[in-house]
């Protein structure tokens, strides 16, 4: 398994500010996921985060939004740029070792 | 576009009773297929995971299937206890390592 870790585990900010949410993987993995859960529903992707490239974005979210970064094979950020209300969501990485995804806690932020 | 339902949205049930969750998917042309259980406020945690060559998997009390020519996979759960309250997700990895997920199952046990 792989154990990831998420900082902060959770944050209230105001709208209009961003917030840059930390994942940190216990060892080197290959593709490391970005997804937003929001309330009561399931997940959705947001990007794939490259490491020494410009990351992969789904449709309906853009770079200017949500900048992301990955120095290096164990750590990635991303961030949740101008925010409104409606970003407010968990905010999940994940990383892929031998075909598994394995999960972050997730941070919970809440937009006011 | 790959579409992924779970059935039944919720399910409550008494402590000791075997179950089966459902997945179904539209695309049959995947990688792989893993299930997840989530607490609530948590991540989540991975229960199983089925290569598209696979048929199924087991996991102590966890046994998962796959059958990919009908979109389909279940997960059975026996003797299910209070701790195994949380909502279960399934997720779709195709050849493109784009991963799809379903809206999960909530499974109450009661004591």
């Known amino acids: 398994s792989a154990v990831i870790s998420q900082k902060p585990s959770r944050d209230i900010c105001q709208r209009g500010t961003s917030l840059t949410i930390q994942c940190q993987v216990d060892?080197?993995?290959?593709?490391m996921f970005w997804y937003r859960q929001q309330p009561g529903q399931s997940l959705t992707l947001i990007a794939t985060?490259?490491?020494?490239?410009?990351?992969?974005?789904e449709s309906g979210f853009v770079i200017d939004k949500f900048p992301i970064s990955r120095p290096n094979l164990t750590f990635s950020t991303l961030t949740v740029s101008n925010m409104s209300p409606e970003d407010s969501s968990i905010y999940l990485c994940?990383?892929?070792?031998?075909?598994?995804?394995?999960f972050g806690p997730g941070t919970r932020l809440t937009v006011l | 576009k790959q579409e992924v339902t779970q059935i039944p949205a919720a399910l409550s049930v008494p402590e000791g009773e075997n179950l089966v969750l459902n997945c179904s998917f539209t695309?049959?042309?995947?990688?792989?297929l893993q299930w997840f259980r989530q607490d609530p406020g948590k991540g989540l945690t991975s229960l199983l995971l089925?290569?598209?060559?696979?048929r199924e998997q087991t996991s102590g009390r966890l046994n998962a299937s796959l059958d990919k020519s009908s979109g389909r996979s279940t997960l059975y759960i026996a003797a299910s206890q209070p701790g195994d309250s949380a909502t279960y997700l399934c997720?779709?990895?195709?050849?493109?390592?784009?991963?799809?997920f379903g809206s999960g199952t909530k499974l109450n046990v009661k004591p």
């Open positions: 060892s080197q993995v290959t593709m």
């Open positions: 994940s990383a892929l070792r031998s075909n598994e995804q394995f």
């Open positions: 695309d049959s042309a995947i990688y792989n």
């Open positions: 997720a779709v990895r195709n050849n493109f390592n784009k991963f799809y």
């Open positions: 089925i290569q598209s060559s696979q």
């Open positions: 985060a490259n490491q020494g490239s410009e990351a992969t974005y």
